[in-house]
């Protein structure tokens, strides 16, 4: 008999799913690392929420340890990397708590266009301060979703409710998703200007941190008020508190903060502004949600072998991952350069294989590049759940073998069609095992991808190349590798290259006033 431990506080009904199962399973809450690493060894499964740490040292002495399972989204507190290399499968639950962090988000704007925090304490202080607090209407005005994937999209339809008149700002939000939603899709200058309440619902990556800063509130209307139950770190909060106290923003709302717990945030104490200690999906509800899902998950994969939500590996058999590991490494890679390119509507994603890996179970590469391609804009996307967002957004995902001879031994061609045209990048395999680009948008390069990468598009023109090694000079940063491609003398070209440390704004800035620069993005890998 397989045999499960629970280790944080699930509900009842958890342990009561793993026995219905045939699964044997202790509770043992509050243990230390040491008193965890200790007892281990004798399970095969492990469900936690937030307070135990899935440390290295622990799964290291988890002999037996096959999956781990959060119930809840966030893993913070799991060692994934130190998981994949031991062969344990992450699994969470990302949509259990969706409706009730989306309720929370509606509650937090109410408490803001209300004043509902200062009014309780004013009133229970005996002060009867009617005229103080003069609120403001949600009927009729403009909601900004920055964000609509699952948890933005139950928001739009609260808000309909109200209703309010809503607009998102989403670049994986196809047309036809948004008409569905009954909504208008816009850019995020123009959500800035129109809205007069904006709540954001998107993951905290580097497209994302800092995505409402001073820049962007100066271009909000004055009295605009925000909300944020997604991730502290999405707002600046000192640009946030400046803006409060001029009066430009009417009243904030923050589930979530810079750093956690919150002890000292420069907010605290600024005046219509709202807090609480990330309480999204704090319900009896959800956290029951939440408790059955992970139990379900780890009896279905522990019994059978079928895997719901992981975050670490697809479906394959040990055979198929020796074989495939390279090329999942190499599609990695092929889906995270594109998504981090993408800035507007995607509408479709193909795939070519060529040569020796047309051969081989091309399912798990296609879910890898599809995830990948998602992971920079959209929260809790893995190769499992993948598939099933992009059918939900509208967005076309086809593959095609060929097995016919090409430049390349084995090649794998990702084109991505979004609402503004076509891309495409293709990558290769050195001596079976090195992933590297071959061509980007048509133009021959040959590139290996390092952790920090800068990517550049330009007219060719003599001095280019010597001015952005310049400036790149001049900002300390040193240069690992350089690949540079084009179509012909004077068209168009490209340059990839590998930093040895990241470009802050300033410095991202200078290089793209440099002439003849068509656009620039900082990557990481």
């Not at 202790?26 to 230390?32: E, P, Y």
């Not at 002999?63 to 959060?70: A, E, Y």
């Not at 502004?273 to 522990?302: C, I, K, M, R």
């Not at 399912?363 to 059918?391: G, Y």
Request: glycine share 8%; hydrophobic share 40%; charged share 25%.
């Amino acid at each position: 008999m397989v045999k499960v431990l629970i280790s944080d506080k699930l509900s009842p009904k958890a342990a009561d799913i793993f026995r219905d199962r045939g699964v044997e399973v202790d509770t043992k809450v509050g243990l230390s690392e040491e008193e965890l690493i200790a007892i281990i060894g004798d399970y095969d499964g492990l469900a936690i929420r937030s307070a135990t740490k899935v440390t290295p040292q622990v799964l290291e002495a988890g002999t037996k340890l096959k999956v781990v399972g959060r119930a809840g989204i966030g893993v913070d507190n799991v060692n994934i990397d130190a998981a994949s290399a031991k062969g344990v499968v992450v699994m969470n639950t990302p949509h259990g708590n969706s409706i009730t962090t989306a309720e929370h988000a509606i509650a937090m704007m109410f408490a803001a266009a209300r004043q509902i925090p200062e009014a309780n304490e004013s009133t229970q202080a005996g002060k009867w301060e009617k005229s103080r607090f003069m609120g403001s209407e949600l009927t009729a005005k403009t909601l900004g979703v920055i964000g609509c994937g699952n948890i933005g999209s139950i928001v739009v339809d609260r808000a309909q409710g109200l209703k309010m008149k809503v607009i998102s700002f989403d670049p994986f939000l196809s047309p036809e998703r948004a008409k569905d939603l009954g909504i208008e899709k816009v850019e995020l200058d123009e959500l800035l200007a129109r809205a007069d309440f904006i709540t954001l619902h998107v993951p905290l990556t580097d497209q994302t941190k800092g995505i409402i800063d001073a820049k962007a509130l100066s271009k909000t209307k004055k009295g605009v008020r925000i909300v944020n139950c997604a991730r502290g770190g999405l707002v600046v909060e000192a640009d946030l508190k400046e803006a409060l106290e001029s009066g430009h923003v009417a009243g904030a709302a923050s589930d979530v903060f810079e750093v956690e717990p919150a002890k000292d945030s420069v907010l605290f104490g600024v005046p219509n502004f709202v807090a609480t200690p990330h309480l999204g999906a704090s319900t009896a509800e959800a956290q029951e949600n939440v408790a059955l899902q992970v139990a379900e998950q780890l009896s279905d994969y522990l019994l059978t072998g079928a895997v719901t939500n992981a975050l670490n590996m697809p479906s394959l058999t040990a055979e198929e991952f020796n074989k495939l590991e390279p090329y999942m490494a190499l599609s990695q890679q092929l889906g995270s350069f594109a998504g981090q390119l993408t800035r507007t509507g995607l509408k479709a994603i193909k795939i070519d294989y060529e040569g020796s890996v047309a051969s081989l179970n091309c399912r798990p590469l296609t879910q890898t590049i599809v995830a990948s391609l998602l992971a920079p804009i959209m929260d809790s996307v893995n190769v499992v759940s993948a598939p099933v967002i992009a059918r939900e957004r509208n967005i076309d995902v086809s593959e095609a073998k060929h097995e016919r001879d090409c430049d390349f031994q084995t090649l794998i061609r990702l084109t991505v069609t979004t609402e503004k045209g076509e891309r495409s990048v293709a990558g290769t395999l050195f001596g079976g095992k090195r992933p590297r680009l071959v061509n980007i948008k048509g133009i021959e390069i040959e590139a290996e991808l390092g952790k920090h990468m800068l990517y550049l598009t330009n007219e060719d023109s003599p001095g280019y190349i010597g001015a952005l090694g310049m400036q790149l000079g001049e900002a300390g940063v040193n240069i690992a590798t350089f690949h540079l491609g084009r179509t012909a003398p004077g068209q168009d070209a490209i340059a990839l290259i590998e930093l040895d440390s990241p470009l802050d704004a300033a410095q991202l800035d200078k290089v793209k006033q440099l002439p003849q620069t068509k656009q620039v993005v900082q990557l990481n890998f």
